[in-house]
Nanobody, 127 residues
Framework: QVQLVESGGGLVQAGGSLRLSCAAS????????MGWFRQAPGKEREFVATISGRGGSTSYANSVKGRFTISRENAKNTVYLQMNSLKPEDTAVYYC????????????????????WGQGTQVTVSS
């Protein structure tokens, strides 16, 4: 059973930065596509970013492109989301997700491609 544990959320002022981390259990992390999603109050969960198993490919939602960076350390079974220039509209619960054993090069942009999810971490950006 794969477990994903997020950390790093919190309260920050607009323009500030936060780094989210997601630690994964399991032996095949390096061949698993990882992603970040978010859900704001009253809204559906939406895609934020994804990274391939080897880390060589990434993709971002237009709303975060240029401000957020997804990265991973396979030796630590951890994926990160560096969030800069935060805006109040970035306020949401952020979820880490894994498309486990999806291969070294695949990117996954859709919720139904992911088979494991973390519990979420709250990010609140004040104006």
């Amino acid at each position: 059973q794969v477990q994903l544990v997020e950390s790093g959320g919190g309260l920050v002022q607009a323009g500030g930065s936060l780094r989210l981390s997601c630690a994964a259990s399991g032996r095949t992390f390096s061949t698993s596509c990882m992603g970040w999603f978010r859900q704001a109050p009253g809204k559906e969960r939406e895609f934020v970013a994804t990274i391939s198993g080897r880390g060589g490919s990434t993709s971002y939602a237009n709303s975060v492109k240029g401000r957020f960076t997804i990265s991973r350390e396979n030796a630590k079974n951890t994926v990160y989301l560096q969030m800069n220039s935060l805006k109040p509209e970035d306020t949401a619960v952020y979820y880490c997700a894994a498309n486990w054993n999806s291969g070294s090069y695949r990117l996954s942009l859709y919720e139904n491609e992911y088979n494991y999810w973390g519990q979420g971490t709250q990010v609140t950006v004040s104006s």
